[in-house]
């Protein structure tokens, strides 16, 4: 007897950790799509390939949630191939979390748990693939040995949170996570001068994921012309700056942000002047206070175009004087507008 009840065991354990090669779970994809639900089709489809299950991806057939349809419903859903199995997404109208469903004998389908996304998580959408895995795993090993179905249970409490050593590896490989940003400034002072056009350059350290701490450096653009009947001056502007930008870190594609930085800022003026008065040339730097609003469109995980308003303030600014008149200066204030593509490797 102990002998029989030893081979039990060790079948039972073989077949849990056996890959589900004869099983096929079908993704239901929710139209319309966004970015938070094509990110967890993607999560959940690679972690139940990684486990040995075949995985379809198909439309939901109609607009009806799964938890009030009928049979046809599902005769629709397995009416190309045999399906053991699909997960569907809950969004209202964010992702909230995934229902898993298990086929019965009479090919009618069940809902068996409700695996709920862990809001608190850096890696929510990781944890309830992994979560629904351990499900399907769970209920179909249940079936194949000949145990009987539970009932569905529409209020099952949502499985426990991913273990915390996990969540804190992601935390520090996001602390550490740099970027650079490559675009063009134009520039335009209030005071009679501008605009100008500027390449520009951001290095980007995420030190948590809504705080980037940014270097920045802009200049070697064109230079703006400032003329009156006594002559006229040309103004070459260049700028460096080192601040933080705050970044909302929800799930929509369209990211607000706000920064602010301090920096310097490089003004070099060449003036020409009408007979018999004379030109002369200025070069200086002042400390630039700089703050934005904006906006961060979210590409993909690798990709961002940032779009940013700015409000600078010059000390000392640059005034630009022909004789003892001023016609024209700079940094009181200067107002930016700046647009970028970010890369994330």
């Known amino acids: 007897m102990r002998w029989l009840q030893l081979a039990i065991c060790c079948s039972i354990a073989l077949f849990w950790g056996a890959p589900a090669l004869a099983h096929t779970v079908v993704l239901l994809r929710p139209m319309p799509q966004s970015a938070s639900t094509t990110e967890l089709l993607e999560r959940l489809r690679g972690e139940l390939l990684s486990?040995?299950?075949?995985?379809?991806?198909?439309?939901?057939?109609?607009?009806?949630?799964?938890?009030?349809?009928?049979?046809?419903?599902?005769?629709?859903?397995?009416?190309?191939a045999k399906v053991d199995a699909a997960v569907d997404l809950v969004a209202e109208p964010a992702v909230v979390g995934v229902d898993v469903w298990i086929v019965d004998a009479a090919h009618h389908f069940q809902r068996v748990a409700r695996v709920a996304l862990d809001s608190n998580s850096e890696n929510a959408f990781k944890g309830a693939a992994i979560r629904a895995s351990e499900v399907l795993r769970a209920r179909l090993f249940e079936k194949d040995v000949g145990s009987a179905p539970r009932a569905p249970s529409p209020a099952t409490p949502p499985a426990p949170p991913p273990d915390p050593t996990e969540a804190e590896s992601e935390r520090t490989w996001r602390s550490r996570q740099l970027g650079i940003e490559l675009g063009a400034a134009v520039l335009a002072s209030l005071d009679g001068v501008g605009p100008a056009l500027l390449p520009l350059v951001r290095f980007d350290w995420a030190v948590e994921?809504?705080?980037?701490?940014?270097?920045?450096?802009?200049?070697?653009?064109?230079?703006?012309?400032?003329?009156?009947?006594?002559g006229s001056a040309e103004v070459a502007m260049q700028y460096g700056l080192l601040g933080a930008c705050y970044r909302m870190d929800w799930e929509h594609w369209v990211k607000p942000l706000g920064a602010l930085s301090l920096g310097a800022l490089r003004t070099a003026v060449v003036g020409q002047a009408d007979l018999p008065r004379e030109g002369h040339s200025v070069d200086q730097w002042s400390m630039l206070l700089d703050a934005s609003l904006g906006a961060a469109l979210q590409l993909s995980h690798q990709y961002t175009v940032v779009l940013?308003?700015?409000?600078?303030?010059?000390?000392?600014?640059?005034?630009?004087?022909?004789g003892d008149q001023k016609v024209a200066s700079m940094g009181r204030p200067n107002l930016l507008l700046t647009l970028t593509l970010g890369v994330w490797p």
Do not use: C, K
Not at 209 to 230: D, K
Not at 308 to 322: K, M
């Open 51 to 80: 486990v040995g299950f075949e995985v379809a991806v198909r439309d939901r057939p109609s607009q009806t949630e799964p938890s009030t349809a009928g049979d046809e419903f599902w005769q629709q859903v397995a009416a190309q």
């Open 209 to 230: 994921p809504a705080l980037v701490l940014q270097a920045t450096l802009a200049g070697f653009g064109t230079r703006p012309n400032v003329a009156t009947a006594a």
């Open 308 to 322: 940013e308003g700015h409000v600078q303030l010059a000390q000392p600014y640059v005034a630009i004087h022909f």
